[in-house]
C-alpha cells in the first residue's frame, strides 16, 4: 500500500501563500471489497491515484489538504473501472481533520465522513468507537466485567458520545449486542496509554465469519512518528457460526 501525496493543485496551492490544512485519512472498511486504489480531483484513467492498493482492514496516514472542495473516486486497485464509489463535490476545511471510511459490502459500497478531533489529553487515553460491520446489528462496548463505554451503536455510525477520556491501562473490553446483550465480540488485553488519541473500527462481516476490530491511532505525542497515524492494528478476530 502506497500514499501519495499527488492531489493536484495543492504543490502550487501551498506555494503561493500559506492556508490552513485538514488532515485527511482514508479507510478500507468493505469486507467483501479488493484492494482499491483512490483518485482525489483525478478522473481514473486520466492520472494517478493518489492513494494505490489500499487493502481491507487498512488505512493511510492524514495527508494534509488546504480548505477547498474535492472529487474522491474509488476503485479496484490497477484498474480504472469500475468506479465502486463516487464522491464528488466534498468539502474540507483546513481547520478540520477527517476521516473517510469505505463501507458496507461491494454492492453497496458507500464513503463514510467522519469528522476528527485529534485534541490529546495528558491524562487519559482519547477513543472513538465506529461500527462498520455491515450485517452486525446495533452494538455496545463495554468492560467484560460490566460497565458501558459505548452504547447502541448501528452500523455506520460513530458511536454517539464521540471521543471519551479513559485512564491509560490495559483493559478487557467486549462488543455486546444491543439487542440483548450477548457477547459478539470479546476484545481482551486492549492496551490504551495516556496523551494517544484512538478510534476503534468494528469490520467485516458475520457471514464471511471474520468480525473484527481494528484500533487507528489518530494522534500520537512522539515527534517524527507522524508516518504511524492511520495505521490499523487488527486486535480481534472472532469467527461466527
Known amino acids: 500500500m502506497q500514499n501519495r501525496l499527488l492531489v493536484p493543485g495543492i504543490v502550487t496551492a501551498l506555494a503561493v501563500a500559506p492556508a490552513a490544512l485538514a488532515g485527511v485519512r482514508v479507510i478500507h472498511a468493505s469486507p467483501n471489497?479488493?484492494?482499491v486504489d483512490v483518485y482525489v480531483n483525478t478522473v481514473p484513467g486520466s492520472?494517478?491515484?493518489?492513494i494505490e492498493d489500499l487493502a481491507f482492514t487498512q488505512g493511510t496516514g492524514y495527508v494534509p489538504l488546504p480548505t477547498g472542495t474535492y472529487d474522491f473516486r474509488v476503485t479496484p486497485a490497477?484498474?480504472?473501472?469500475?468506479?465502486?464509489?463516487s464522491a464528488l463535490g466534498v468539502g474540507i476545511d483546513g481547520n478540520t481533520d477527517y476521516t473517510i471510511a469505505a463501507i458496507d459490502f461491494f454492492n453497496n459500497i458507500r464513503p463514510?465522513?467522519?469528522?476528527?478531533?485529534?485534541?490529546?489529553?495528558?491524562?487519559a487515553a482519547r477513543v472513538r468507537f465506529v461500527h462498520a460491520a455491515p450485517d452486525v446489528p446495533a452494538v455496545d462496548v463495554g468492560l467484560l466485567s460490566?460497565?458501558?463505554?459505548f452504547d447502541n451503536?448501528?452500523?455506520?455510525?460513530?458511536?454517539?458520545?464521540?471521543?471519551?477520556?479513559?485512564p491509560g491501562g490495559t483493559y478487557d473490553l467486549g462488543v455486546f449486542l444491543d439487542s440483548n446483550n450477548g457477547l459478539a465480540l470479546p476484545l481482551p488485553g486492549i492496551t490504551l496509554q495516556n496523551n494517544v488519541v484512538y478510534t476503534v473500527f468494528a469490520m467485516g462481516s458475520l457471514a464471511q465469519g471474520n468480525v473484527q476490530a481494528v484500533i487507528f491511532i489518530d494522534q500520537i505525542p512522539s515527534p517524527g512518528?507522524?508516518?504511524?497515524l492511520g495505521m490499523g492494528a487488527l486486535v480481534a478476530t472472532r469467527r461466527r457460526r
Not at 78 to 85: D, G, L, Y
Not at 160 to 166: L, Q, R
Open 33 to 35: 471489497t479488493p484492494a
Open 47 to 50: 492520472g494517478n491515484p493518489a
Open 78 to 85: 490497477n484498474a480504472t473501472t469500475p468506479v465502486a464509489i
Open 112 to 123: 463514510l465522513v467522519l469528522v476528527d478531533n485529534r485534541t490529546q489529553n495528558p491524562n
Open 146 to 149: 460490566g460497565g458501558v463505554l
Open 153 to 166: 451503536t448501528a452500523f455506520g455510525n460513530a458511536a454517539d458520545e464521540g471521543y471519551i477520556n479513559v
Open 225 to 228: 512518528a507522524a508516518a504511524l
